[in-house]
């Protein structure tokens, strides 16, 4: 199987735009170069790990949520089909125009794209997985409509989580560690009977809790790499900590750009997949190596 990650690195004049979130809203001006140099130490982090990364790059210099590819959509595999690619419908007026260039990059690659047609979903960033069962969110930026629209495409279980502010998207309330078979969970950011649903299905003792001030330090928003947590440096000691004691090593990474000014942290930068080699292709210039190399012939 592939380990592939969708991501789309900040342009030379990336700026914040939107300021949609509790970091961004307060946040100084951010720094272009400094912002493209977090994004490929990540992107190549991954890769050296075996995963594969495949990268577009802004269009335009007024799409700048692009890098937070959580959003650009979603990939469901497939027996003996190509892969669907969910897209995205997003809540921010400044995203929308994202849609039609991450579909144009799912064409390519030989993945069947997906308009909902209605609602709105944000994609990978309201998706997890844990223990065979899809966790769909919805409640803040994603509605009722839209993660139901979604669904239909889920195979198996799924279960509905609604959410509360200030988490806006699943991945600030909770984190599957699977290495470890156990999640992060905010119960703060959900409803009481979201967060009861979990306990039934899951079992208490697999719940790891975290408080609301601590996801707002991406206690939740690492990305798992098998025993691996890929990290942004904020997040809280305790719950590296608590990570670590599951036995699995955290990996920090420093992103004041992208993650303590724009708001998102390492897992915001991705929309990941596990997919059969073959039921996809990349095309040459979307590799990272490729990527890469024009942005520092940029600068």
Known sequence: ???????????????????????????????????????????????SRGAMV??????????????????SGHILARKGAAPLFLLPRMFSAHRQGEQAHWSGLAQRM?????????????????????????LLFHGVRTNLEGMEAAARYF????????????????????????????????????????????????GRERLLPVTGEEIRRYATNGLPFGRELLAPSVVPER??????AQGMRVIPFVMREL???????SRCLVSQARLEPGSFTVPEEHRLSAVAARMEAEG
């Open 155 to 202: 195979p198996g279980e799924v279960l509905r989580i609604e959410l509360r502010e200030p988490a806006f998207h699943g991945n600030m309330a909770l984190l599957p560690l699977p290495a470890v078979d156990r999640m992060l969970v905010c119960a703060e950011v959900m409803t009481p009977a979201s967060h009861a649903l979990l306990e039934q299905r899951f």
């Open 259 to 265: 993650c303590e000014k724009g708001g998102g942290a």
């Open 1 to 47: 199987m592939i380990d592939l990650f969708l991501m789309s690195p900040p342009g030379p004049t990336w700026a914040l735009r939107g300021r949609a979130n509790f970091r961004s809203q307060g946040a100084g001006q951010v720094d272009a170069r400094a912002a493209r140099q977090e994004w490929l130490g990540f992107a190549r982090a991954l890769e």
């Open 110 to 134: 030989g993945l069947e794209v997906v308009d909902l047609g209605v609602g709105i979903w944000e994609a990978h960033g309201d998706v997890a997985t844990f223990d065979g069962a899809t």
């Open 54 to 71: 495949v990268a577009l790059p802004s269009p335009s210099a007024e799409l700048t949520g692009m890098p937070y590819a959580a959003e």
């Open 239 to 244: 719950v590296r900590a608590l990570v670590e």
